[in-house]
């Protein structure tokens, strides 16, 4: 594991930080709302609601920083799509057993709870958006280019492939 970090590592914490933020004002906003809206019923469906997509919408970002730390490593591609592909198998997993619990619940109010699902959702995507637009990353990123000592090594007697020379 390299110490070297990607370029899209600050991007995922920024994402990470903002979108907890926004899920602790949409929280407590689908609390109150639901609450109004059908009771103590409405509170905690509008609780569940935001919970669950900010966990299902965490696990993505967070398991590929979790992937990065093995950037360097000559295995890093099939551990990165390894982990990756693991988090969505254990979301689509999870998601299932989730909605199976929740189904027949007594205690949830299913328009508020899928209400709350879906402007969870919508707020992580507008968070997600907003910070790949403000972050300033290079077009081209994590590539080491060639330095003058390199040259100079080419110059001095290493093989030429006869083409030109810039």
């Known amino acids: 594991m390299s110490p070297s970090p990607v370029s899209s590592t600050p991007i995922l914490r920024t994402a990470l930080m903002?979108?907890?933020?926004?899920?602790?004002?949409?929280?407590?906003?689908a609390a109150l709302i639901g609450l109004l809206v059908a009771g103590t019923e409405?509170?905690?469906?509008?609780?569940a609601g935001v919970l669950i997509a900010a966990v299902f919408l965490a696990i993505t970002a967070a398991s590929i920083l979790i992937a990065n730390r093995w950037y360097g490593d000559p295995l890093y591609v099939p551990i990165f799509f390894g982990i990756v592909l693991g988090g969505w198998i254990l979301k689509l997993v999870v998601f299932i057993i989730a909605l199976l619990l929740l189904r027949d619940q007594p205690w949830i109010a299913p328009t508020v709870?899928?209400?709350?699902?879906?402007?969870s959702v919508m707020a992580s995507?507008?968070?997600?958006?907003?910070?790949?637009?403000?972050?300033?990353?290079?077009?081209?990123?994590?590539?080491?280019?060639?330095?003058?000592s390199d040259a100079d090594e080419d110059e001095g007697g290493a093989a030429?492939?006869?083409?030109?020379?810039?």
Do not use: Q
Request: glycine share 8%.
């Open 18 to 29: 903002w979108s907890g933020a926004v899920t602790a004002a949409l929280a407590v906003a």
């Open 125 to 148: 995507l507008a968070v997600d958006v907003a910070v790949l637009l403000k972050m300033r990353i290079p077009h081209v990123s994590d590539v080491s280019l060639p330095s003058a």
């Open 42 to 47: 409405g509170l905690w469906s509008g609780l």
């Open 113 to 119: 709870f899928f209400v709350a699902l879906v402007v």
């Open 160 to 166: 030429h492939s006869g083409g030109p020379r810039v």
